[in-house]
Protein backbone atom coordinates (compact mmCIF):
# COMPACT_ATOMS: atom_id res chain seq x y z
CA UNK A 1 0.00 0.00 0.00
CA UNK A 2 1.37 3.57 -0.47
CA UNK A 3 1.89 5.42 2.21
CA UNK A 4 1.18 9.03 1.14
CA UNK A 5 -2.22 7.88 0.04
CA UNK A 6 -2.93 7.13 3.97
CA UNK A 7 -2.70 11.02 4.64
CA UNK A 8 -5.21 13.43 3.39
CA UNK A 9 -5.94 16.88 4.00
CA UNK A 10 -8.41 17.38 5.85
CA UNK A 11 -11.40 19.97 5.74
CA UNK A 12 -10.00 22.21 7.96
CA UNK A 13 -6.42 22.21 6.24
CA UNK A 14 -7.71 22.91 2.72
CA UNK A 15 -10.35 25.90 4.36
CA UNK A 16 -7.75 27.68 6.97
CA UNK A 17 -4.90 28.76 4.16
CA UNK A 18 -7.52 29.80 1.48
CA UNK A 19 -9.35 32.00 4.35
CA UNK A 20 -6.06 33.36 5.50
CA UNK A 21 -5.06 34.39 2.23
CA UNK A 22 -8.13 36.24 1.68
CA UNK A 23 -8.05 37.48 4.65
CA UNK A 24 -4.37 38.92 4.31
CA UNK A 25 -5.74 40.50 0.84
CA UNK A 26 -8.75 42.34 2.72
CA UNK A 27 -6.63 43.77 5.40
CA UNK A 28 -4.56 45.68 2.47
CA UNK A 29 -6.99 48.23 1.65
CA UNK A 30 -7.94 49.05 5.56
CA UNK A 31 -3.78 49.04 6.13
CA UNK A 32 -3.15 51.81 2.93
CA UNK A 33 -6.31 53.96 4.04
CA UNK A 34 -5.09 54.33 7.48
CA UNK A 35 -1.20 54.96 7.05
CA UNK A 36 -2.42 57.63 4.46
CA UNK A 37 -4.32 59.48 7.34
CA UNK A 38 -1.15 58.75 10.19
CA UNK A 39 -3.59 56.66 11.93
CA UNK A 40 -0.53 54.42 14.08
CA UNK A 41 -2.70 52.40 16.25
CA UNK A 42 -5.17 51.25 13.53
CA UNK A 43 -2.11 50.29 11.10
CA UNK A 44 -0.32 48.64 14.18
CA UNK A 45 -3.60 46.41 14.74
CA UNK A 46 -3.79 45.71 10.92
CA UNK A 47 0.27 44.60 10.73
CA UNK A 48 0.04 42.32 13.52
CA UNK A 49 -3.80 40.85 12.30
CA UNK A 50 -1.95 40.42 8.98
CA UNK A 51 1.32 39.31 10.58
CA UNK A 52 -0.82 36.37 11.99
CA UNK A 53 -2.60 35.51 8.96
CA UNK A 54 0.36 34.96 7.19
CA UNK A 55 1.86 32.46 9.37
CA UNK A 56 -1.52 30.75 9.65
CA UNK A 57 -1.85 30.60 5.90
CA UNK A 58 2.00 29.36 5.38
CA UNK A 59 1.89 27.24 8.15
CA UNK A 60 -1.51 25.30 6.72
CA UNK A 61 0.50 24.91 3.89
CA UNK A 62 3.71 23.54 4.95
CA UNK A 63 2.14 20.41 7.87
CA UNK A 64 -0.74 20.01 6.26
CA UNK A 65 -1.27 16.40 6.97
CA UNK A 66 -0.32 14.23 9.75
CA UNK A 67 2.52 12.27 7.62
CA UNK A 68 5.21 12.93 10.50
CA UNK A 69 8.05 11.49 8.68
CA UNK A 70 7.96 13.53 5.89
CA UNK A 71 7.50 16.81 8.26
CA UNK A 72 9.97 19.46 7.58
CA UNK A 73 11.85 20.09 10.79
CA UNK A 74 10.90 24.39 10.89
CA UNK A 75 14.92 25.12 11.69
CA UNK A 76 14.64 28.75 11.01
CA UNK A 77 11.05 29.72 10.06
CA UNK A 78 9.69 28.30 13.48
CA UNK A 79 12.48 29.73 15.43
CA UNK A 80 11.30 33.43 14.33
CA UNK A 81 7.73 32.61 14.18
CA UNK A 82 7.44 31.58 17.79
CA UNK A 83 9.04 34.81 18.76
CA UNK A 84 6.75 36.73 16.73
CA UNK A 85 3.44 34.55 18.16
CA UNK A 86 4.04 35.92 21.53
CA UNK A 87 4.80 39.37 20.27
CA UNK A 88 1.76 39.87 17.65
CA UNK A 89 -0.55 38.27 20.67
CA UNK A 90 0.15 41.24 23.14
CA UNK A 91 0.69 43.51 20.06
CA UNK A 92 -2.71 43.04 18.95
CA UNK A 93 -4.11 44.15 22.31
CA UNK A 94 -1.94 46.85 22.61
CA UNK A 95 -3.06 48.46 19.55
CA UNK A 96 -6.38 47.95 20.41
CA UNK A 97 -6.37 49.34 23.67
CA UNK A 98 -4.25 52.91 21.75
CA UNK A 99 -7.15 53.17 19.45
CA UNK A 100 -9.41 53.29 22.69
CA UNK A 101 -7.25 55.73 24.09
CA UNK A 102 -6.92 57.93 21.03
CA UNK A 103 -10.84 57.84 20.55
CA UNK A 104 -11.27 58.71 24.68
CA UNK A 105 -8.35 61.60 24.22
CA UNK A 106 -10.55 63.02 21.40
CA UNK A 107 -13.86 63.20 23.66
CA UNK A 108 -11.88 64.71 26.34
CA UNK A 109 -13.09 67.90 26.34
CA UNK A 110 -12.43 68.79 29.70
CA UNK A 111 -8.13 68.72 29.19
CA UNK A 112 -8.42 69.57 25.93
CA UNK A 113 -6.10 67.28 24.02
CA UNK A 114 -5.72 68.93 20.93
CA UNK A 115 -2.64 68.42 19.17
CA UNK A 116 -2.10 71.95 17.54
CA UNK A 117 1.72 71.49 16.90
CA UNK A 118 3.75 69.60 14.69
CA UNK A 119 5.82 68.67 17.84
CA UNK A 120 2.47 67.19 19.96
CA UNK A 121 1.28 65.28 16.74
CA UNK A 122 5.07 63.70 16.51
CA UNK A 123 4.64 63.14 20.43
CA UNK A 124 1.82 61.73 20.48
CA UNK A 125 2.51 59.34 17.81
CA UNK A 126 5.70 58.23 19.79
CA UNK A 127 3.24 57.41 22.49
CA UNK A 128 1.31 55.10 20.25
CA UNK A 129 4.33 53.11 18.75
CA UNK A 130 5.23 52.71 22.58
CA UNK A 131 1.86 51.35 23.03
CA UNK A 132 1.50 49.16 20.16
CA UNK A 133 5.25 47.48 20.16
CA UNK A 134 6.87 48.36 23.31
CA UNK A 135 4.93 45.15 25.19
CA UNK A 136 5.62 42.90 22.00
CA UNK A 137 9.41 43.71 22.28
CA UNK A 138 9.30 42.56 25.66
CA UNK A 139 7.82 39.17 25.41
CA UNK A 140 9.86 38.51 22.10
CA UNK A 141 12.89 39.21 24.64
CA UNK A 142 11.93 37.64 27.74
CA UNK A 143 10.59 34.02 25.77
CA UNK A 144 13.54 32.41 26.16
CA UNK A 145 14.27 32.46 29.67
CA UNK A 146 10.57 30.07 29.82
CA UNK A 147 11.16 28.73 26.87
CA UNK A 148 11.45 24.63 28.14
CA UNK A 149 11.98 23.24 24.07
CA UNK A 150 12.97 24.65 20.46
CA UNK A 151 9.71 24.42 20.01
CA UNK A 152 5.96 22.46 19.03
CA UNK A 153 5.06 21.78 15.32
CA UNK A 154 1.28 20.51 14.81
CA UNK A 155 -0.67 19.51 12.28
CA UNK A 156 -1.95 22.22 10.24
CA UNK A 157 -1.39 24.70 13.11
CA UNK A 158 2.47 24.36 12.42
CA UNK A 159 4.89 26.13 14.42
CA UNK A 160 3.88 26.93 18.48
CA UNK A 161 5.94 27.99 21.39
CA UNK A 162 6.91 25.79 24.24
CA UNK A 163 7.24 27.48 27.75
CA UNK A 164 8.18 26.45 31.16
CA UNK A 165 5.03 25.22 33.39
CA UNK A 166 6.69 27.75 36.00
CA UNK A 167 5.20 31.01 37.79
CA UNK A 168 7.85 32.48 35.90
CA UNK A 169 5.80 31.78 32.59
CA UNK A 170 2.79 33.29 33.82
CA UNK A 171 4.43 36.67 35.24
CA UNK A 172 6.54 37.16 32.25
CA UNK A 173 4.45 36.21 29.39
CA UNK A 174 0.74 35.32 29.90
CA UNK A 175 -0.56 38.01 31.71
CA UNK A 176 0.30 41.11 29.96
CA UNK A 177 -2.78 40.35 27.32
CA UNK A 178 -5.60 39.96 29.78
CA UNK A 179 -3.61 43.15 31.61
CA UNK A 180 -3.76 44.85 27.93
CA UNK A 181 -7.75 44.00 27.39
CA UNK A 182 -8.49 45.58 30.83
CA UNK A 183 -7.05 48.88 29.80
CA UNK A 184 -8.67 48.58 26.51
CA UNK A 185 -11.88 48.17 28.82
CA UNK A 186 -11.30 51.25 30.75
CA UNK A 187 -10.86 53.93 27.99
CA UNK A 188 -13.72 52.02 26.29
CA UNK A 189 -16.19 52.77 29.30
CA UNK A 190 -14.47 56.33 29.10
CA UNK A 191 -15.54 56.80 25.41
CA UNK A 192 -19.15 55.55 25.99
CA UNK A 193 -19.06 58.13 29.28
CA UNK A 194 -18.13 60.80 27.12
CA UNK A 195 -20.48 60.10 24.13
CA UNK A 196 -23.09 60.03 26.30
CA UNK A 197 -22.25 63.22 27.79
CA UNK A 198 -21.22 65.44 24.71
CA UNK A 199 -23.53 63.76 22.22
CA UNK A 200 -25.09 67.21 21.17
CA UNK A 201 -21.15 68.61 20.67
CA UNK A 202 -20.22 65.39 19.02
CA UNK A 203 -19.61 66.96 15.88
CA UNK A 204 -18.12 69.93 17.18
CA UNK A 205 -15.43 68.28 19.20
CA UNK A 206 -14.33 65.97 16.54
CA UNK A 207 -13.46 69.37 13.94
CA UNK A 208 -11.54 70.74 16.69
CA UNK A 209 -10.13 68.43 17.49
CA UNK A 210 -7.39 67.65 14.44
CA UNK A 211 -7.79 63.80 14.13
CA UNK A 212 -9.09 63.25 10.92
CA UNK A 213 -11.99 61.75 12.19
CA UNK A 214 -15.85 62.31 11.41
CA UNK A 215 -18.84 60.90 13.23
CA UNK A 216 -18.50 57.53 10.59
CA UNK A 217 -14.70 57.16 10.92
CA UNK A 218 -15.36 57.21 14.91
CA UNK A 219 -17.94 55.24 15.31
CA UNK A 220 -16.26 53.03 13.16
CA UNK A 221 -13.01 52.76 14.75
CA UNK A 222 -14.47 52.35 18.22
CA UNK A 223 -17.25 49.23 17.00
CA UNK A 224 -14.54 47.33 15.73
CA UNK A 225 -12.39 47.98 18.90
CA UNK A 226 -15.53 47.36 20.41
CA UNK A 227 -16.25 44.32 18.65
CA UNK A 228 -12.96 42.71 19.35
CA UNK A 229 -13.05 43.54 22.86
CA UNK A 230 -16.20 41.57 23.79
CA UNK A 231 -14.48 38.26 21.73
CA UNK A 232 -11.01 38.74 23.33
CA UNK A 233 -11.32 40.14 26.98
CA UNK A 234 -13.67 36.78 28.06
CA UNK A 235 -11.11 34.61 25.81
CA UNK A 236 -7.90 36.17 27.48
CA UNK A 237 -9.40 35.80 31.13
CA UNK A 238 -10.41 32.47 30.73
CA UNK A 239 -7.50 31.18 29.14
CA UNK A 240 -5.80 32.51 31.92
CA UNK A 241 -7.79 30.64 34.50
CA UNK A 242 -6.92 27.64 32.99
CA UNK A 243 -3.43 28.09 32.60
CA UNK A 244 -3.10 28.83 36.31
CA UNK A 245 -5.27 25.89 36.61
CA UNK A 246 -2.47 23.55 35.98
CA UNK A 247 0.34 22.70 38.61
CA UNK A 248 2.96 25.57 38.59
CA UNK A 249 6.31 24.20 40.06
CA UNK A 250 9.51 27.11 41.06
CA UNK A 251 11.49 28.28 38.24
CA UNK A 252 15.03 26.75 37.60
CA UNK A 253 17.29 27.50 34.62
CA UNK A 254 18.69 24.55 34.53
CA UNK A 255 15.77 22.48 33.96
CA UNK A 256 14.19 24.97 31.91
CA UNK A 257 17.56 25.06 29.88
CA UNK A 258 18.55 21.65 30.21
CA UNK A 259 19.87 19.33 27.65
CA UNK A 260 16.73 18.28 25.83
CA UNK A 261 16.24 22.45 25.48
CA UNK A 262 17.29 21.68 21.50
CA UNK A 263 14.34 19.31 20.74
CA UNK A 264 11.42 19.76 18.14
CA UNK A 265 8.62 18.42 19.23
CA UNK A 266 5.92 16.91 16.12
CA UNK A 267 2.67 16.41 17.56
CA UNK A 268 -0.12 15.31 15.05
CA UNK A 269 -3.63 16.18 15.24
CA UNK A 270 -6.03 13.64 12.68
CA UNK A 271 -6.52 16.62 10.68
CA UNK A 272 -7.96 19.30 13.71
CA UNK A 273 -6.59 22.72 14.37
CA UNK A 274 -6.97 24.67 17.45
CA UNK A 275 -9.28 27.34 17.28
CA UNK A 276 -7.18 30.59 17.94
CA UNK A 277 -6.11 30.47 14.20
CA UNK A 278 -10.16 30.71 13.23
CA UNK A 279 -10.16 33.88 15.50
CA UNK A 280 -6.84 35.32 13.53
CA UNK A 281 -8.50 34.77 10.15
CA UNK A 282 -11.82 36.29 11.37
CA UNK A 283 -9.90 39.10 12.77
CA UNK A 284 -8.68 40.41 9.58
CA UNK A 285 -12.17 39.81 8.11
CA UNK A 286 -13.77 42.64 10.51
CA UNK A 287 -11.16 45.18 9.95
CA UNK A 288 -12.24 44.96 6.14
CA UNK A 289 -15.97 44.87 6.76
CA UNK A 290 -15.57 47.79 9.02
CA UNK A 291 -12.38 49.69 6.76
CA UNK A 292 -12.77 47.87 3.51
CA UNK A 293 -16.41 49.14 2.25
CA UNK A 294 -16.78 52.58 3.23
CA UNK A 295 -16.79 55.91 0.42
CA UNK A 296 -13.03 56.05 1.58
CA UNK A 297 -12.25 52.67 0.48
CA UNK A 298 -14.13 52.14 -2.86
CA UNK A 299 -12.73 55.70 -4.12
CA UNK A 300 -9.24 54.08 -3.27
CA UNK A 301 -9.95 51.07 -5.14
CA UNK A 302 -10.97 53.28 -8.04
CA UNK A 303 -8.09 55.26 -8.17
CA UNK A 304 -6.21 52.13 -8.00
CA UNK A 305 -7.89 50.48 -11.27
CA UNK A 306 -7.41 53.86 -12.87
CA UNK A 307 -3.49 53.65 -12.44
CA UNK A 308 -3.65 50.30 -13.94
CA UNK A 309 -5.59 51.83 -17.10
CA UNK A 310 -8.19 49.95 -16.55
CA UNK A 311 -10.34 53.60 -17.00
CA UNK A 312 -10.57 52.88 -20.71
CA UNK A 313 -12.06 49.02 -20.45
CA UNK A 314 -14.50 50.41 -17.17
CA UNK A 315 -15.16 54.10 -18.56
CA UNK A 316 -17.86 53.91 -15.26
CA UNK A 317 -14.77 54.79 -13.00
CA UNK A 318 -13.87 58.10 -14.34
CA UNK A 319 -17.59 59.47 -14.48
CA UNK A 320 -18.13 58.89 -10.57
CA UNK A 321 -14.97 60.71 -10.27
CA UNK A 322 -16.05 63.34 -12.24
CA UNK A 323 -20.15 62.94 -10.68
CA UNK A 324 -19.00 63.13 -7.19
CA UNK A 325 -19.78 65.65 -5.02
CA UNK A 326 -19.08 66.73 -1.09
CA UNK A 327 -21.71 64.83 0.10
CA UNK A 328 -21.06 61.72 -1.51
CA UNK A 329 -17.53 62.08 -0.52
CA UNK A 330 -18.04 62.45 3.05
CA UNK A 331 -20.66 59.83 3.31
CA UNK A 332 -21.04 57.44 0.17
CA UNK A 333 -19.95 54.65 -0.73
CA UNK A 334 -21.53 50.72 0.16
CA UNK A 335 -20.66 51.44 4.16
CA UNK A 336 -22.48 54.57 4.28
CA UNK A 337 -25.50 53.12 4.89
CA UNK A 338 -24.12 51.59 8.21
CA UNK A 339 -22.49 54.99 9.17
CA UNK A 340 -25.66 57.13 8.25
CA UNK A 341 -27.73 54.77 10.26
CA UNK A 342 -25.79 54.94 13.39
CA UNK A 343 -25.49 58.72 13.46
CA UNK A 344 -29.15 58.86 12.80
CA UNK A 345 -29.64 56.82 15.73
CA UNK A 346 -27.02 59.03 17.77
CA UNK A 347 -28.99 61.93 16.78
CA UNK A 348 -32.03 60.83 17.63
CA UNK A 349 -31.21 59.18 21.33
CA UNK A 350 -29.77 63.01 22.00
CA UNK A 351 -33.10 64.54 21.05
CA UNK A 352 -34.71 62.06 23.42
CA UNK A 353 -32.67 62.53 26.02
CA UNK A 354 -31.59 65.59 25.75
CA UNK A 355 -31.68 66.92 29.07
CA UNK A 356 -29.69 63.99 30.50
CA UNK A 357 -26.09 63.67 30.96
CA UNK A 358 -25.36 60.38 31.82
CA UNK A 359 4.30 20.94 35.06
CA UNK A 360 7.72 20.23 32.82
CA UNK A 361 6.17 20.61 29.15
CA UNK A 362 3.09 22.26 27.27
CA UNK A 363 2.09 23.22 23.80
CA UNK A 364 1.28 26.64 23.75
CA UNK A 365 -2.21 27.55 22.08
CA UNK A 366 -1.99 31.81 21.39
CA UNK A 367 -5.16 33.70 21.40
CA UNK A 368 -3.79 37.04 19.70
CA UNK A 369 -3.06 37.34 23.61
CA UNK A 370 -2.33 34.34 25.32
CA UNK A 371 -1.78 30.21 25.65
CA UNK A 372 -3.45 27.53 26.78
CA UNK A 373 -0.56 25.39 28.78
CA UNK A 374 -1.82 21.87 28.94
CA UNK A 375 0.88 19.90 31.50
CA UNK A 376 1.70 17.53 28.74
CA UNK A 377 1.11 17.80 24.68
CA UNK A 378 -0.56 14.95 24.54
CA UNK A 379 -3.72 16.46 26.45
CA UNK A 380 -4.21 19.03 23.67
CA UNK A 381 -4.82 16.25 20.88
CA UNK A 382 -4.85 12.92 23.17
CA UNK A 383 -5.73 10.43 20.48
CA UNK A 384 -2.11 11.07 18.91
CA UNK A 385 1.92 10.57 20.05
CA UNK A 386 4.32 13.38 19.39
CA UNK A 387 7.81 12.87 17.66
CA UNK A 388 11.06 14.21 18.96
CA UNK A 389 13.38 15.25 16.69
CA UNK A 390 16.84 16.95 17.63
Not at 221 to 230: G, H, N
Request: glycine share 6%.
Amino acid sequence: MDTAQEYHRSSAAVALPILAFLSILFTAPPFAWHLKNQNVAACSLIFWVTLANLFVFVNALVWPTDDVANWWSGVGLCDIEVKLTWAFSVGACGSLACIMRNLARVMDVDRGAIMSTRGQRKRQALIDLVWCFACPIYVMAVDYIVQFRRYYIFTIAGCTPAVDNSWATVFLIMIWAPVLCVVESYYCVLVIIRLHKYRRQFAEILSSSQSNLNKSRFLRLFLMALTLLIVLLPLQIYILYVNLSYPRHPFKWNEVHGPNWSEVVMIPTGGRVAFDRWIRVSAGFLIFIFFGLGHEATEMYRKWLLKFGLGRCFPDLISKRDAATPSTKREGGIFGSFGSRARLLFRKNSRASASTMTSSERVSISIMGNSISPSDPEKAFPQVSPTLKR
